[in-house]
């Protein structure tokens, strides 16, 4: 069974920094995208960053491009968001996911999008 803990979660102030992790088990997989996903207060969930195994190839959404990195871990078999100047509309619940493209053929599109495993969440909440 595959199993996403996220930790790192909490409140801080506008242009602050966080680092939020996504601690991965059972996941036994071909190949893979894994990522992060967040949904604000009455808002629709949004994929924020993810990263395809096979060649490493990242997403990043408009609304946190050039301000939060992703990153893996394979040693530790953990992902990584660091959020840097952070902003109040970055308020929300944060949840890392795993969707299964094991088999799929080299031009299908990559995508932030499609979730087969989510991990729990943890709140981000920005002052301003």
């Known amino acids: 069974e595959v199993q996403l803990v996220e930790s790192g979660g909490g409140l801080v102030q506008a242009g602050d920094s966080l680092r939020l992790s996504c601690a991965v088990s059972?996941?036994?997989?071909?190949?893979?995208?894994i990522g992060w996903f967040r949904r604000p207060p009455g808002g629709e969930p949004e994929g924020i960053s993810c990263?395809?195994?096979?060649?490493?190839?990242?997403y990043y959404s408009d609304s946190v491009k050039g301000r939060f990195t992703i990153s893996s871990d394979n040693t530790a078999n953990t992902i990584h968001l660091q959020m840097d100047s952070v902003r109040p509309e970055d308020t929300a619940y944060y949840r890392c996911?795993?969707?299964?493209?094991?088999?799929?053929?080299?031009?299908?599109?990559?995508?932030?999008?499609?979730?087969?495993?989510w991990g729990q969440g943890t709140l981000v909440t920005v002052s301003s």
């Open positions: 996911g795993v969707e299964d493209i094991s088999g799929r053929p080299s031009k299908s599109p990559f995508t932030c999008r499609g979730v087969d495993y």
């Open positions: 059972g996941l036994d997989i071909e190949d893979y995208v």
């Open positions: 990263l395809r195994r096979r060649d490493g190839k990242l």
